[in-house]
């Protein structure tokens, strides 16, 4: 079992990122799939959530309407849009996974099924 995150870099504010968060060993149809942050000296962060079933999704208010997440379950991969990228944006991303039968709830808590590496983001000023 393995969710690789790729996609990240070096960008100016105001560009934009892709993030793509790939799921082996198991099918992300039957798991929410987040989206975390760390920056250095500071806590693991949730950014968004995307329901397995119907696609609802969740976004901590410091990206809304900047950051969309989206999934392609054919392709067994999340993606993280980030539009208009700012600094404080800069950390390392990475995903993880919860099964749907242990509840929506869970999405972007310490409890989740599986966790992934992280890609690097850097946004300059």
């Known amino acids: 079992v393995q969710l690789q995150a790729s996609g990240g870099g070096l960008v100016q504010a105001g560009g934009s990122l892709r993030l793509s968060c790939a799921a082996s060993?198991?099918?992300?149809?039957?798991?929410?799939i987040a989206w975390f942050r760390q920056a250095p000296g500071k806590e693991r962060e949730g950014v968004s959530c995307?329901?397995?079933?119907?696609?609802?999704?969740y976004y901590e208010d410091s990206v809304k309407g900047r950051f969309t997440i989206s999934r392609d379950n054919a392709k067994n991969t999340v993606y993280l849009q980030m539009n208009s990228l700012k600094p404080e944006d800069t950390a390392v991303y990475f995903c993880?996974?919860?099964?749907?039968?242990?509840?929506?709830?869970?999405?972007?808590?310490?409890?989740?099924?599986?966790w992934g590496k992280g890609t690097q983001v850097t946004v300059s000023s």
């Open positions: 060993g198991f099918t992300v149809d039957d798991y929410s």
């Open positions: 993880a996974a919860v099964s749907t039968s242990r509840g929506w709830a869970l999405c972007l808590t310490d409890v989740m099924d599986y």
């Open positions: 995307i329901s397995s079933s119907d696609g609802v999704t």
